[in-house]
């Protein structure tokens, strides 16, 4: 077995791991209302980060590129209430042209 994928395992038994922390942690236990507005408020921060990293950045550099094209045209279709599978789409498909060319 190669180093790589010594490490791959390795990756997955502590990612299992630590989802697993959670829900053996909290048991069947609610959150107290304060947490859970936390949680609320840091899901939708989190995911905008997200993809404003993996559109814009590049390394330790910010770029504009066709995916940023991309996520404008996701930005439009959401804003004409598009389903999203439909907004999802037209946000592959106008990279993916504008890539090829």
Avoid: C, Q, Y
């Avoid at 630590?18 to 921060?45: C, S």
């Amino acid at each position: 077995m190669t180093a790589t994928w010594v490490t791959i395992g390795l990756l997955t038994v502590g990612t299992v791991a630590i989802k697993a922390v959670g829900p053996v942690v909290l048991g069947g236990r609610d959150l107290p209302p304060r947490r859970n507005g936390v949680v609320a408020r840091t899901e939708p921060a989190l995911l905008a980060a997200l993809v404003v990293g993996e559109t814009f950045g590049r390394g330790h550099e910010l770029a504009v590129d066709e995916s940023a094209i991309g996520l404008l045209a996701a930005a439009a279709a959401l804003a004409a209430r598009l389903p999203m599978v439909v907004v999802v789409l037209i946000a592959a498909v106008v990279t993916a042209v504008l890539r090829a060319l």
